[in-house]
């Protein structure tokens, strides 16, 4: 197998942004003008409510995720199938947020297979790229303990201010990595361009929704209702020093590589950034490559291919080891680690 080159996978959304994905892959506009603010890469995960937003198309005609059906061990890895089969267990996402988003929050695990049939939560990760505000800013967590029912009336009167108030605001810059467990009440503020690793689902409880283009009150809950959805949010006080521990990378793993999550990730996805000074060695593994700066050329057993800003790169695990190599910065996106818990 071969490396294979991603094209732009974007579809509508109910929120502005995008324009600094346009910028990052040299024009490829998103099919909803100034609602698509992601491109989702290499996904085999739908959009929730669709049978096919966001899946990936290959240039065969097939989707993505028809494709490593017809060969998991091929696509994934021995190991990778036999423990989750032939799902990835990861998406990947391009993320700019034209618009701060609004205060929401995503399942865990349990929760999804008690509430939603499915064995898969939303924890995530951004890795920041950049963006084209003048101060960008993230929202995690509740400063202080919530109790349950001054929550239940903060969503069902939309006091924004109020809700907004009650989490930490935190600076990033281009580099920062947050770790977002599910549960945690965040919004992505405007301006920010990142690339966001997380479990396969689409899966949204709507804190906020006043002023954007959804009906939070019809769609924001999951068909379950407010009462049950609102069971999934982390409602436990988030210190500083709390949230330091999610914003901490473990440090160079190989020459060119640094592990950009702390080791609560690996369960549910891992990342390194490559920044290759001859070369940098990859094992063989099935991941996708993000290109945020420069140029230069993964070489693989399967084959080479060229690697520019903005590409994205679909590297099957039977593509064999091999290694990037130019003056350039690339976030390595890479499934959970079965030895770590994250099998299913």
Known sequence: MKPIALAANRFPRFYRGGSAIDELRGGAHGAGGAFSPEDWVGSTTAAFGSAGDGLTRLEDGRTLREAIRSDPEGFLGPR???????????????????????VHCHPDRDFARRHLGCPWGKTEAWVIVGGDGPDPVVHLGFRED????????????????ALLAALNAVPVAAGDTVLVPAGMPHAIGQGVLLVELQEPTDFSVLLEWEGFAIDGRAEGHLGLGFDLALGCVDRAGWSPARLDRLRGGRGPVRPGAERLFPAEADPFFRAERLRPDQAVSLEAAFSILVVTEGSGRLETDGGS????????????????????????????????????????
């Not at 919530?146 to 201010?161: H, I, K, S, T």
């Open 80 to 102: 990778h199938a036999e423990a989750y089969g032939d799902d990835p267990a990861l998406l990947v996402k391009l993320l700019h947020a034209g618009e701060r988003l609004p």
């Open 305 to 344: 291919l060229g690697l520019g800003r903005g590409e994205t790169v679909l590297v099957p695990f039977a593509a064999g080891p091999g290694a990037v190599r130019g003056r350039l910065e690339a976030v390595r996106c890479l499934p959970p680690d079965p030895d770590a818990g994250g099998a299913r």
């Open 146 to 161: 919530m109790d349950p029912g001054r929550l239940a009336g903060l969503v069902d009167a939309q006091r924004v201010e």
